[in-house]
C-alpha cells in the first residue's frame, strides 16, 4: 500500500472498515477483480494487515466522519463500502466530530442500523455512491440449502425453523440478529455482546445441543451491516459443542466459503441457508 | 420440621418450592400470619434451610410430580404455592415420572411457562387449589413509585421507560422477563442464564450506567413466576454499576422489601416500581 491517490483511470472504491477478517477477504476480491481499492481503518477496530492489502489507507478515530470524508475525497473514491462493522460497545468510546455530532443529534434513536444508514446518507451527500458488500462482491453470499456434508438431524431441523422464526420476529425490535434455541426453548439472545459471546453462553446451557440462528432484520438495508459468519463462528460453536448453525440464504455474508464449510464438515456440524420470502417493500421484480 | 402430617384443625398451606430465598420467606410469612405451612424440596434448587421453617418437608426430583402429590396428600394441603422458580436451565437435568411425562407429551412447547401452567392444572385435578405467592402474601409486592431516597435522573427516566416497553414488548415471545437497556439501546435481553448472569454481562458494557428493568409477560397468570427482586439483585447490579433498576408495580415480589431498599440507598441506586395499565383481559372490575 501506499499513501498517494491512485492515478485517475478507473472508479476508485473505497472501503470503510471495521473490524474483523472481512474488510481484508472483500479487498483482496475487489483487487482480484481488478479494481483499485482504498480503505479507511477504524482504530481499535481495524485489523492493521489491511493497509497491506490495499492502494491507499489511513485511520481514522471512530466517529471522526469529516476525516473518512477527506481521505476518500483525496483518493478520488467515487463508491464506498462499509464492512466489518464496529463492535456495538464502542460506540460509547466515540468523539464525534461535528458532523457526526450534526448527525446524532438529528437521529431519534443509536441504534447502529440508524446510525450506519446515516452514514451512508452523508456519503451520497458527499458525491459517493455506497455500494454493499454483497452487491460488489457477491460470491460471498450464502447460497440456498444444505451447504455442509452433514444433514441436520430432525431436532435440528426444528431448532433452525424455531431458532429462524423467533430471530426473524426479534428483527423488528433492533437488538441483535442473532439467537440459539434448542428444543423450543430460546436459550440465548444477542444484544451489544455480540454473537461470540452469545455462543459462548449458550454454549454452557446447551449441553451439547441447540442451534444458532442469523437473520437479517426485516426490511434491513442489505447494503448494511448484513450477516456474517465464517471459520470464527464454526470454531466457537465447535467450542461450545452447538452442533446447527442456520443463516438466511442471498442475505448472509460467508468468509471464504470454501474455508468455512471444510471447517464445519471436519467438525461434523451443519450449515443451512433457509430462504425466507421477501416482503413486497424488500424487493420486487424488477 | 417434622415429617408428620399436622393436625386437621385447619387448611394447610403446600409449598412446591424453588430456588432462592422466596420460598423461606414466603414459609416465614405464612407461618407469622398464624398458617400450617408444608413444603415440597426439588433436590439441587432448594434451600436445604426450608426443611426448617415449615412443619412437614420431603425431597422430590425434578419431574417427579406423582411424588409432589403423594406429600401434599399425605399432609392434607388444600391450598398449594410455587415459589423460587426451577432454573430453567434444569429442565433439560429433568427425569420424569409417568404424570410428568403425559403432561409434558400434551404440550406444544416446552416454554417453562407453558410447563408451569400444566402443572397448575393437574393440582388442580387433584383437589388443591394453586395460590399465588402474591395472593397469600401481598405485602411482598412492589408498591408503586420511587422507592428509594435517590430519584432517577432523566437520563435514569429514559433507560427505565425504554427498557419497560422494550421488555414488555419482548414479553409475548416468552423468552425471559429483563433487560438492560442504556441510551435507547437494548444491552442485554435476558433468556436461560437467568437475570443475574446477564446483569454481569450487561455490567461490562454499560461503563457505570444504564437500568435493569423486569416486567411479566403480557397476560401473565400472575399466580406463577412473577418477577422477583431482592437483596441479591441490588448486590448484583452495584457490582455490575448498573445504577437504576425499574420493575412493575403490583406485578413484582420483593423479597425483603425493607432489606432491598436499604441496601439500594446504602448504594446510591434508585428503583422504581411502573404501573402499567391493565389489559382487559387480564384485570377486569370485580
Redesign the interface.
Known sequence: MADRPPDGSAPVIGIIAGNGALPLILADKLRADGHRVVAVGHEGETDPELAQRVDGFAWVKLGKFKTILKHLAKWRATEAVMCGGIA??S??RVRPDALALRMALSLR???DDVLLRAIAQILEDHGMTLRGPAEIAPSLLAPAGVLTRRQPTPEQWEDIHFGFE?AS??GE?D??QGVVT????????????GTD?MIA??GT?C?GDGALVKVCKPGQDLRLDLPTIGSRTIENLHAARIPALGIEAGRTLIMDLADTLALADRYGMTLVALERPASPAEEKPA
Open positions: 456495538k460497545s460506540i460509547w434513536t443509536l441504534h423467533m420476529r426479534l425490535f437488538i441483535g434448542r428444543q423450543r426453548v430460546v436459550v440465548a439472545v444477542e444484544a451489544v455482546e459471546a453462553r449458550a446451557l449441553r
